[in-house]
């Protein structure tokens, strides 16, 4: 268990409605990534940040922003939601130099 | 750009037995990691194993051991002693070595494996 939690884990909303999904650590990394997860393409990054207030774009960023203003939080938002966001969303946390990532438990998101 | 390519949708193994699920990559980069993930039925992302570029030694935990072939850009995942318990999805992943935090994994499509009694 890597102290890592989202939220929420289930949710289904409308074409068009914002969204934001949360994910909380409990142990202060610097670093934490949001990824998705669809059929044929594995988890590909979306954002990611590397402290408070410090954010990148990922590989598959369009349509997406994030913000961290607390170390412990990180907040993937969708502005507008539309039908292809529809995904599992991992948030994840690197806690150390051996560069391994330990991921939460996903958000599984369905825009109708 | 990194692919990670991993060229068996599916695969099945008896209880107790061995199985390989291959994994190759592409990367023009010499410094990285690799590592190999397990998904079960539960959806949680699980590490099993990381194996750095420049060591020549093939990592191991328990059960589970690699065979990097880094001329030929191959990180095989051996599974000994299947059990039930090892069904799930497995992915391939590669990380380009940055300081900093720009470390993206880059993920294979994934090997559903299935141990049956």
């Known amino acids: 268990d890597a102290g890592i939690t989202q939220s929420p884990r289930h949710k289904v909303t409308e074409t068009g409605t914002p969204v934001t999904l949360r994910c909380h650590q409990t142990e202060n990394h610097r670093y934490m990534y949001w990824y998705r997860q669809d059929p044929g393409h594995g988890l590909r990054l979306i954002h990611y940040?590397?402290?408070?207030?410090?954010?990148d774009k990922g590989e598959v960023s369009d349509g997406y922003s994030v913000s961290r203003s607390k170390t412990e939080d990180f907040l993937l938002t969708l502005e507008s939601a539309t039908s292809s966001q529809t995904s599992v969303y991992f948030c994840?946390?690197?806690?150390?130099?051996?560069?391994?990532?330990?991921f939460g438990p996903g958000t599984r998101l369905t825009v109708t | 750009a990194q692919t990670v390519t991993q060229s068996q949708p599916e695969m099945s193994v008896q209880e107790a037995e061995t199985v390989t699920l291959s994994c190759t990559y592409d990367?023009?980069?010499?410094?990285?990691?690799l590592f190999w993930y397990k998904q079960p039925p539960s959806r949680q992302m699980i590490l099993v194993i990381r194996q750095e570029a420049y060591k020549q030694q093939n990592a191991t935990e328990n059960r589970f051991s690699v065979n990097f072939q880094k001329a030929a850009k191959s990180f095989s995942l051996k599974i000994s002693d299947s059990q039930l318990g090892d069904t799930a999805m497995y992915f391939c992943?590669?990380?380009?070595?940055?300081?900093?935090?720009?470390?993206?994994?880059?993920f294979g499509t994934g090997t559903q494996l299935k141990v049956e009694l």
């Open positions: 990367t023009s980069e010499s410094n990285y990691y």
């Open positions: 992943a590669f990380m380009k070595h940055i300081t900093g935090g720009g470390n993206k994994l880059t």
């Open positions: 940040s590397y402290g408070v207030k410090d954010t």
């Open positions: 994840a946390i690197r806690p150390g130099d051996n560069y391994e990532q330990y």
